[in-house]
């Protein structure tokens, strides 16, 4: 019968992570790491690692590439991909019939970044407490931001005027509110 070829488990196991460092030096995963973002980015290594054992797969192409958000499929070199808009991102939901676009360069090499503009301009409109959540939200980090603005000048004003708290540790704690103050 014909000859059943094996495979060393330990040049599987090199192989797999030189495939995943190729896809990792494409692709991008920054902000928080949260179950769905890990799932994205795990179905997205499974594209690139079918497009890299493809016999059809163009070597001058632009490869398979998560950028934190979408999976962009393999390009050809000097076209722009375009992909349907994400439904959900960061808990919002986006209703928009528009497309993300990422360019392919001549050499092979993806753009720097993907535009998404138009995708953002969808927040889903059964979405009712998305106004009101941003507008708490905005009232609560400017009352917040007042207040310890205040405080922080009440205590330089404190260390300032009594002259029995002048030593080399409120002198310390002087400068750093001056910081906080100065820096806001």
């Given at each position: 019968?014909?000859?059943?070829e ?8 090199e ?37 890299a ?69 969808g ?14 939200t ?47």
């Amino acid at each position: 019968g014909p000859e059943i070829e094996t495979v060393d488990p330990v040049e599987a196991k090199e192989h797999y992570y030189r495939l995943w460092d190729q896809f990792m030096l494409h692709s991008r995963d920054h902000g928080d790491v949260n179950e769905t973002r890990s799932h994205k980015l795990l179905m997205c290594f499974r594209e690139f690692v079918e497009m890299a054992y493809d016999v059809n797969h163009d070597p001058t192409a632009c490869p398979v590439k998560f950028d934190s958000v979408s999976c962009w499929p393999e390009t050809p070199a000097g076209t722009t991909r375009a992909i349907p808009c994400f439904e959900e991102f960061n808990g919002i939901y986006y209703n928009s019939p528009e497309n993300a676009t990422l360019y392919c360069d001549s050499n092979g090499t993806w753009d720097s970044l993907s535009d998404y503009s138009l995708c953002l301009n969808g927040v889903h409109p059964t979405d009712s407490n998305f106004n009101s959540t941003v507008g708490m939200t905005r009232t609560i980090y400017f009352v917040s931001y007042s207040l310890s603005l205040a405080a922080v000048t009440i205590a330089i004003a404190i260390f300032i005027t009594f002259k029995d708290l002048r030593c080399l540790r409120n002198n310390i704690h002087t400068n750093l509110l001056f910081t906080y103050l100065f820096h806001n």
